[in-house]
């Protein structure tokens, strides 16, 4: 019986077409599929799109669509992307298929049953580009650290789940298994993020009062699921957890994703995981930023290939037009 190989990119935010920097990432993780085909492993390969949150809300009504209407049309890009990359993919997820909606809810019972989600009142920083509240130490000068924007202050009772209490544990199990999260600094900077401090319980839900588009919680009709607790369990309910035949397969597998999501990757993910009792994914890589060769803009600085070719505004044309960019043929099978 061959080894198994599960490869993961992180599932694109739909409040914008696709760009470079989404082909760039998803093209490694292809690479990697490849490259374990060609050893005679059972390889799957998983993409997809994250359709809930505030942004998307915002960006539907800019466009004068409803949010499952402007969800649909962007997904659509995406997908019909990849086959002009030369990509090939195993699988393809959206956070507003049926199945995923019906296995996160199943997951934060569990977590719920678990005692490890609680209700309470909080008051905190609240950026909108990253969906998430910032507590006084994370941010920089007042400011959101990936933004540079003032956040909102937004009192209200929300659903937060007890992530605080799995942090030494993490930090133990980073230590002691050096691949975990690679390359080096990026492990480092989880660790350094661990013994902050500035670390909290996970704020993982919005009142239906000022965001409907999301996951109803199980345990609470009145709230939705908060975006990334409902965004990274797409890794594990696209394979069937708890029951299904390839989550039984393929799981744990290897997620690879960019920088500015490397904290919940590496933070928020494993404590849900160890809350749930479900195994931990085996690696979390973190992709560099590569430079075009012929441009001194990096791949991942959207803004900055505004600047000097309007290249973003398309993931198509983008890699029509870099002349670095080839695509690889497909390996067979065996």
Known sequence: MSSTFYITTPIYYVNARPHLGHAYTTIVADSLRRFH?????????LTGTDEHGDKIVKAAEAAGQTPQEFVDGISGQFQALWPKLGIKHDQFIRTTDADH???????LQKVYDNGDIYFGEHGGHYCTGCE?????????????PQHLTKPDFIQEKNYFFRMSKYLPWLAGHIRE??????????R???L???ESGALEDLCIS?????????????FDKDYVCYVWFDALLNYISALGWPDGDKYAAYWPGEHLVAKDILKPHGVFWPTMLKSAGVPLCTAIGSSRTPRCPSRSATWSSPSKWRNITGWMRSGISCCATCSSVRTPASPKRR
Do not use: H
């Open 37 to 45: 085909t060609l050893l005679g492993e059972d390889t799957w390969f």
């Open 101 to 107: 909606k019906a296995r996160v809810q199943a997951f």
């Open 132 to 144: 998430r509240f910032y507590t006084e130490k994370e941010l920089e000068n007042g400011l959101c």
């Open 177 to 186: 298994n050096p691949d975990f999260i690679r390359p080096e600094r990026y």
């Open 188 to 190: 480092n900077e989880v």
């Open 192 to 194: 350094s993020m661990i």
């Open 206 to 218: 919005r009142p239906k009062t000022r965001l409907e588009w999301g996951i109803e919680l199980p």
